[in-house]
Each structure stands twice: as structure tokens, then as C-alpha cells.
């Protein structure tokens, strides 16, 4: 059963962190959906869908963080899928 869920956390994070920490485990994973910064708003938002397992796992390693960064003001919401993401996740910039 597939799983769609809505992140939104902050964090002070080096350039590359959404492709080489979030995108690369999405993608390991094989979930799909996309990650985004918002500059206005200084948060993060992460769309990401996949098997039920699989998004949880997601979220346990965001909640994790890396050695490096620390995620704040994590919160996690379902929703409902209203767009193709094709299969892949991507990072928009």
C-alpha cells in the first residue's frame, strides 16, 4: 500500500544537502516526489510517496539528520497524490 506524506522541516544545511542527503535516499529507497526550498518562508518542504515501509524508513532517516545537520521543526502530514512525479524525486531549485 503506497503512502504520500508532506514534510516540512528547517535546518541550516550546506549547498548539496537536498541532492546528496534527501534526494539520495528517496531515491535509494525508490520513492518518488520532490524536495524544494522555500527562501520567503526559511523551510524546507519534501513531497514524497512510495510504499508504506519505504516512507516511513524515509522520515525515521530525516527525523536522524546527518552528522552535519540537524533538522528543527520537523512536521509530517499526509496528502493526497494530485501529481505525477514519473517515478523519480527530484530537487527544484
Do not use: W
Amino acid at each position: 500500500m503506497n503512502k504520500c506524506l508532506k514534510i516540512n522541516f528547517s535546518a541550516d544545511y550546506p549547498a548539496g544537502f537536498l541532492q546528496e542527503f534527501v534526494q539520495k535516499h528517496a531515491r535509494d529507497l525508490g520513492l518518488e516526489g520532490i524536495a524544494q526550498y522555500v527562501p520567503t518562508e526559511k523551510y524546507t518542504v519534501v513531497l514524497v510517496c512510495g510504499p508504506k515501509e519505504d516512507v516511513d524508513q524515509f522520515v525515521d532517516l530525516l527525523h536522524g539528520g546527518t552528522n552535519k545537520v540537524q533538522l528543527k521543526d520537523i512536521s509530517v502530514e499526509p496528502f493526497l497524490k494530485v501529481k505525477d512525479y514519473r517515478g523519480v524525486f527530484r530537487v527544484l531549485e
